[in-house]
């Protein structure tokens, strides 16, 4: 949100009250707490009919500090919050003298200045990180109507603060963000959408940046948190949410690796994949006509054409339409659902079934639901519901105990049965004028809902399949959903660029501690071109997880062209073979929140070419991946120093003395796959 008319001024409307000085300084409870008043206070007189802010700052964890800015402190504190992990044998050393309040964790500390200007500098081994200055951490009101004395009507409030940016400092980050890679210069706000991939919205909104300069910065509200990165101020990042507080950890890496380990280990690891999962999932797609005859047909065909197949999905339509969910088999489509389940088993494939977290009125159990006081609420007691996606629906509670215990008897029958896996859908159309079970804040629970019902879903499977089994195929997510995997891309088109801003999405959410991603391959809107297809099969097939599915028509590769099978064959088999590295990989994931699928830098921080590439990542530490985006099967990439055989083709290249950039042609056979040396392949 931009609170100013240029440098100097605020937008019409808008009051700025910017901490102006320290005024006191006070070590209290492991914590530095600072009092800042927004006017310079020289006289007894100067501390009347003006707001004092509250700065406190702690050390949750190592290399990691917490800072808490409050106006008012009588606003009630009310649900959900992010879990946080903190070590409470962390004791911050904390230092006051007359120039200078410092507190320090670990490596990272906050020097804050007891001079006349408000000035609070972050260093990390000794090296500036970053810093709040002037006009920088506010409490800002947002008036409709004349203030009065000190009494005002019709305004709402928020708490910023602002981050400076140094020379070639680049933000990267926010959850899954389709745009620009490198963030400086973006408006971002994290409210969980389903906008499909083509824009500014997004599925999996994280309030979490980090930068190469050796930090990262986690935003701990549930709430819509706005940033501005490098746009209202293009040396500063700054974050405001509604309200009266602020809290927010600054973590010290210094390297990228660091950042997210650091950042996972306050908010949550991924959990460990089942191997299975590894292998191809194939889908029925969406509206497509389909029956068992029409199932067994596409696993006939890929076994005839030595794809290898792991996984089947049925979409959403294995129930009735206007019945989703009842979680119950459309019997007219599969008479003998349980008999199919067995039949696939015996085909050594696994089954996942298409689920999302709304009622539809039509299905048995809405009443149900409606009855026992399941679903979300109006402010009059009634059930919220809508038309958007299915007549009627209502929206599950997951707040409500006995709601999740109800929700999760329906799926354990569909365990019961047989199913292995659920695609977990939806959980962003979340309304924010509603009543829920626990008096959650409504607003910051159109966020956080996600965070329930896969956390409900996926600890299920758990329990029913043991750690290590469990997995989901999530679209929404928020902080910390990480711990619940997996999770694709959404609703892309079936276009070149829609593949390359799959990838940039994938790549930003992978440096917020998402360990697994998919995505559509081929895209999920439209009906792919042949030479799309078999670039994006390559691509699906060396991301840490593999599906093939679409919308209005079938994604079993001789639907496009029989070339599209043997690029299918071919690339199945090259990530087979991968299995034991994957899985590898994958573990040090779980350890470390570091991604399968790698931005470049992450494992060439040193590389200043590294730090603006999106077009290609690394799958592991090991594995170099460009994929193809034309049309004429050209590719420019980039290779940084060391020493690189190509995995398909045995080439090597020496990079010992650089990073050097290519540009080549390759068939639908190969593309840049390079196996780089001294890695764990």
């Known amino acids: 949100m931009k609170f100013t008319n240029g440098f100097w001024l605020e937008k019409d409307g808008i009051v700025g009250n910017y901490a102006a000085h320290v005024y006191e300084v006070e070590q209290k409870d492991n914590q530095l707490i600072v009092y800042a008043p927004?006017?310079?206070?020289?006289?007894?007189?100067?501390?009347?009919?003006?707001?004092?802010?509250?700065?406190?700052?702690?050390?949750?964890?190592?290399?990691?500090?917490?800072?808490?800015?409050?106006?008012?402190?009588?606003?009630?504190?009310?649900?959900?919050?992010?879990?946080?992990?903190?070590?409470?044998?962390?004791?911050?050393?904390?230092?006051?003298?007359?120039?200078?309040?410092?507190?320090?964790?670990?490596?990272?500390?906050?020097?804050?200045?007891?001079?006349?200007?408000?000035?609070v500098q972050f260093y990390?081994?000794?090296?500036?990180?970053?810093?709040?200055?002037?006009?920088?951490?506010?409490?800002?009101?947002?008036?409709?109507?004349p203030i009065q004395h000190l009494f005002y009507s019709g305004e709402k409030t928020y708490i910023k603060d602002e981050l400076s940016l140094a020379v070639g400092e680049n933000v990267y980050g926010f959850g899954e963000r389709f745009g620009a890679f490198v963030k400086n210069g973006q408006s971002i706000e994290t409210s969980?959408?389903?906008?499909?991939?083509?824009?500014?919205?997004?599925?999996?909104?994280?309030?979490?940046?980090?930068?190469?300069?050796?930090?990262?910065?986690?935003?701990?509200?549930?709430?819509?948190?706005?940033?501005?990165?490098?746009?209202?101020?293009?040396?500063?990042?700054?974050?405001?949410?509604?309200?009266?507080?602020?809290?927010?950890?600054?973590?010290?890496?210094?390297?990228?690796?660091?950042?997210?380990k650091k950042y996972t280990d306050l908010t949550g690891k991924p959990a460990m994949i089942p191997e299975w999962s590894l292998g191809l999932w194939l889908s029925t797609s969406f509206t497509t006509s389909y029956d068992e005859k029409t199932v067994m047909s596409f696993i006939d065909g890929m076994n005839e054409r030595n794809i290898p197949l792991s996984v089947f999905h049925f979409d959403c339509f294995w129930m009735k339409g206007f019945n989703w969910c009842d979680f119950t088999w459309d019997s007219k489509t599969f008479p003998d659902p349980k008999g199919l389940i067995e039949r696939l088993h015996k085909r050594n494939l696994k089954v996942c079934v298409w689920i999302n977290p709304y009622i539809a009125q039509r299905s048995p159990?809405?009443?149900?639901?409606?009855?026992?006081?399941?679903?979300?609420?109006?402010?009059?007691?009634?059930?919220?519901?809508?038309?958007?996606?299915q007549a009627g629906m209502a929206i599950v509670d997951f707040t409500n105990p006995e709601a999740c215990r109800w929700y999760e008897s329906k799926l354990e029958a569909l365990i019961d049965m047989g199913v292995d896996s659920f695609k977990t859908d939806f959980g962003e159309r979340i309304p924010t004028d509603c009543v829920y079970f626990n008096n959650a804040d409504p607003e910051k629970m159109h966020n956080y809902y996600t965070y329930l019902y896969n956390k409900c879903v996926f600890e299920l499977l758990e329990r029913k399949y043991g750690k290590g089994e469990a997995c989901l195929f999530a679209r929404s997510a928020t902080a910390g959903s990480q711990k619940f995997p997996l999770h694709w891309g959404g609703d892309c088109e079936s276009t070149f660029e829609a593949m390359a801003e799959t990838l940039r999405g994938g790549l930003s959410l992978g440096l917020c501690g998402f360990g697994f991603w998919s995505h559509d391959i081929g895209g999920f809107e439209g009906n792919p071109p042949p030479s799309l297809f078999k670039r994006w099969l390559q691509f699906g097939l060396l991301s840490s997880h593999s599906r093939l599915h679409g919308s209005n028509s079938y994604r079993v590769p001789w639907s496009v062209d029989e070339e599209s099978s043997e690029v299918a064959r071919i690339f199945t088999n090259i990530k087979n073979e991968l299995k034991p590295y994957l899985l590898e990989m994958s573990k040090e994931s779980c350890k470390t929140g570091v991604p399968v699928l790698r931005a470049m830098f992450l494992e060439f921080e040193d590389d200043p070419t590294c730090v603006f590439l999106d077009r290609q990542y690394m799958l592991g530490d090991s594995l170099l991946v460009a994929p193809i985006f034309t049309e004429d099967n050209s590719v420019e990439y980039y290779l940084p120093q060391g020493i690189w055989t190509h995995f398909i083709d045995g080439r090597k290249i020496d990079c010992s003395a650089g990073g050097r950039w290519l540009k080549e042609t390759y068939d639908f056979t190969s593309l840049p796959l390079w196996k780089k040396s001294g890695g764990k392949l």
């Not at 009919?49 to 009310?78: C, N, Q, W």
Request: hydrophobic letters at 35%.
């Open 192 to 260: 969980n959408q389903d906008g499909g991939t083509a824009g500014e919205q997004s599925y999996k909104t994280v309030p979490f940046y980090l930068t190469n300069n050796g930090y990262g910065v986690f935003v701990n509200s549930c709430d819509n948190v706005s940033f501005e990165v490098a746009t209202e101020k293009v040396a500063r990042v700054q974050f405001s949410v509604p309200g009266e507080k602020l809290e927010y950890f600054i973590i010290y890496g210094p390297s990228p690796k660091e950042i997210i």
């Open 124 to 145: 990390g081994n000794g090296k500036k990180l970053t810093k709040n200055e002037w006009k920088s951490t506010a409490f800002m009101r947002e008036t409709t109507e």
């Open 365 to 389: 159990l809405f009443e149900e639901g409606k009855k026992a006081g399941y679903f979300i609420k109006k402010s009059d007691g009634s059930v919220w519901q809508t038309d958007m996606w």
């Open 38 to 119: 927004v006017r310079y206070v020289a006289t007894r007189g100067n501390t009347l009919s003006m707001p004092l802010l509250t700065v406190r700052y702690s050390a949750p964890l190592k290399d990691v500090l917490k800072i808490s800015i409050t106006h008012f402190e009588g606003e009630v504190d009310k649900a959900p919050h992010y879990e946080i992990f903190s070590d409470n044998e962390i004791i911050p050393k904390i230092n006051i003298d007359e120039k200078e309040a410092v507190i320090e964790s670990g490596a990272l500390s906050a020097h804050i200045s007891l001079g006349s200007n408000w000035l």
